[in-house]
């Protein structure tokens, strides 16, 4: 608890209608908090479980999260975008090539139709 007061963080708070306070943080949180960081890093579980001394099965039960970047990780996968340049990263390097052109009327369209998100591009 000394750890979790000289962090600045206040381990219980009072709650109405109780004698006791009700505990926010303590020595589970960083239990918790490490297991959750050591998930998102791609550390073994059987690592992590070793090292907090625990059965894996409750480890990944209740003491990790996926965060966003795991999260987007794993839909790029499924999408195919691993090792893939995106469809905004294809348009901005496209983009980037025709400004170092010569701009005919054919690039300046190309350019337009890469560039217009709300509207329909005629072309003549």
């Not at 297991?35 to 039960?61: F, M, Y």
Request: proline share 2%.
């Amino acid at each position: 608890m000394r750890v979790i007061r000289w962090a600045g963080i206040e381990p219980s708070v009072k709650t109405k209608g109780r004698d006791k306070s009700v505990s926010v943080y303590g020595f589970h949180s960083l239990r918790h908090s490490f297991a959750s960081h050591c998930a998102e890093l791609g550390v073994p579980l059987a690592v992590v479980q070793s090292i907090l001394g625990d059965d894996s099965k409750i480890l990944a039960k209740y003491y990790t999260h996926i965060g966003h970047e795991a999260q987007q990780d794993a839909i790029d996968k499924l999408s195919g975008t691993v090792g893939m340049l995106s469809a905004e990263d294809r348009i901005n390097r496209a983009l980037a090539f025709i400004d170092t052109r010569e701009k005919s009327s054919d690039l300046l369209k190309i350019k337009e139709i890469l560039t217009t998100r709300d509207h329909v591009v005629k072309f003549d």
